[in-house]
């Protein structure tokens, strides 16, 4: 048992979490009369004394650092018990909300937010891992990260005090980021053949998607192999180049690529479709709750006044329909009009085609492959016309006499995959990439 006061200055209000070796309790500090938290490290009288070292020298560098995300440890002290002996540490008390409460499959939060929690928790830990010596976390779990939505800010608390690696602080946080995503914590989502199967869950784009299995693939020539290194990635909104087979290529991309001594094919799928139904599927679980409970009322008044039921059940489904459709028809109408992108080369001829509703429509009329004397690969640019700009994205562009077949990045392809392409045009037609 612990007593009610703790190093003679704290009382404790309220016991928050017990576990095998750890408690944490809510106290009130004699001194100052502020709320703080306390974690109690407890071990076995004959504990290994290194294991206790490695606590004090930790919780030394933790009172050493100064950032705006990470509550300062105010006091650490002794804590001993008839049973066990260990370590306390006091820190402010946080009124934000942890992560914890925000995995809710009822209320997901949008993919906008749950990046800006990952850009912000990767900040947090390439200050920590630039520390010298690096300082890992070691305990990151959803109920140690604190988020403020008011001043947009995160709290790492709780540190660990194992032996720990810059893994062990990147995989849990994967992990954590795919909880926020499905609604679902992640031990209890189904596995495949090792791995985490989340993708039907989350509404989540192609890249983010990519880019959450990155920070938990257990093959190291797949995942990040830095903190660093995934918000590079993060910031970019570039799929970072691994290697794949004998050739480079971005990992997760869904360009399918056919090379031949005589054919080079590129097939560029179409996400709009997907994207459609995604958000189709997301409307539907925000107005279900709705849906239900007037369908309930109306059957509850129905049971009375069967006339006025049939005369309010249309009513209610063209209002559900009005509520859906303007943000619906426009993906409808792209979903079903823009298909796959192809690009055929061959000895004898290049073609440019798109798959429009199973119709192969060309985009520009084929022309001899020997024709083609540039690959040029371009940034984006900027035209400004009178009061407007207008912005050219990226593009990889094969140059045959007066005709250009371009590739441009969207958000079916983007710049490490045109990059990717760009190296295996050169290396077929044996031409150099001019980069403009």
Request: with cysteine; net charge neutral.
């Amino acid at each position: 048992m612990l007593d009610r006061v703790l190093h003679s200055r704290y009382e404790i209000q309220q016991v928050l979490g017990q576990k095998a070796g750890t408690r944490t309790v809510l106290a009130r500090d004699r001194q100052s009369r502020q709320l703080v938290l306390v974690r109690i490290s407890l071990f076995p009288v004959d504990v290994d004394r290194e294991r206790v070292d490695r606590m004090k020298n930790k919780i030394e560098l933790l009172q050493s650092l100064r950032h705006e995300s990470i509550p300062p440890v105010l006091d650490s002290f002794e804590v001993e018990t008839p049973e066990r002996k260990g370590w306390a540490i006091a820190r402010p008390f946080l009124r934000s909300k942890s992560l914890e409460e925000y995995i809710n499959p009822a209320r997901l939060l949008p993919e906008s937010e749950i990046k800006q929690i990952a850009k912000y928790c990767l900040e947090i830990l390439f200050y920590l891992h630039q520390q010298h010596p690096p300082i890992f976390h070691g305990n990151l779990k959803p109920s140690n990260i604190f988020f403020d939505p008011k001043n947009e800010r995160i709290y790492l608390v709780d540190f660990g005090f194992e032996p720990e690696s810059e893994k062990l602080d990147l995989y849990p946080l994967g992990l954590i980021l795919i909880g926020l995503a499905t609604g679902v914590p992640a031990r209890d989502l189904p596995k495949k053949s090792g791995k985490l199967q989340f993708e039907e869950r989350a509404n989540l784009s192609s890249f983010f998607l990519y880019w959450l299995k990155r920070t938990i693939d257990p093959y190291p020539d797949h995942c990040f192999r830095s903190v660093k290194e995934a918000l590079e990635s993060l910031y970019s909104y570039q799929l970072i180049l691994v290697s794949h087979d004998n050739f480079t290529k971005p990992y997760g991309s869904e360009v399918t690529l056919y090379k031949s001594e005589r054919l080079l094919q590129v097939t560029i799928s179409s996400k709009a479709k997907q994207r459609f139904f995604s958000n189709l599927q997301y409307q539907f679980r925000r107005f279900l709750p709705s849906i239900i409970f007037s369908v309930s009322l109306l059957t509850i008044v129905g049971a009375y006044r069967t006339k006025l039921l049939f005369f309010l059940i249309p009513v209610l489904l063209v209002a559900v329909l009005n509520l859906l459709f303007p943000s619906l028809s426009f993906e409808l109408l792209k979903a079903f009009s823009k298909g796959d992108l192809e690009l055929w080369l061959t000895s004898e001829k290049v073609t440019l085609s798109r798959y429009i509703c199973w119709f192969k429509i060309p985009v520009l009329s084929p022309t001899d492959t020997d024709k083609i004397y540039q690959i040029e690969r371009r940034n984006v640019s900027l035209i400004l016309e009178e009061d407007r700009s207008i912005v050219i994205p990226p593009c990889l562009a094969l140059i045959a006499g007066d005709r250009e077949y371009t590739i441009s990045a969207s958000p079916d392809i983007n710049e490490a995959e045109l990059d990717w392409l760009a190296h295996q045009f050169s290396d077929w037609l044996g031409l150099p990439i001019t980069r403009v």
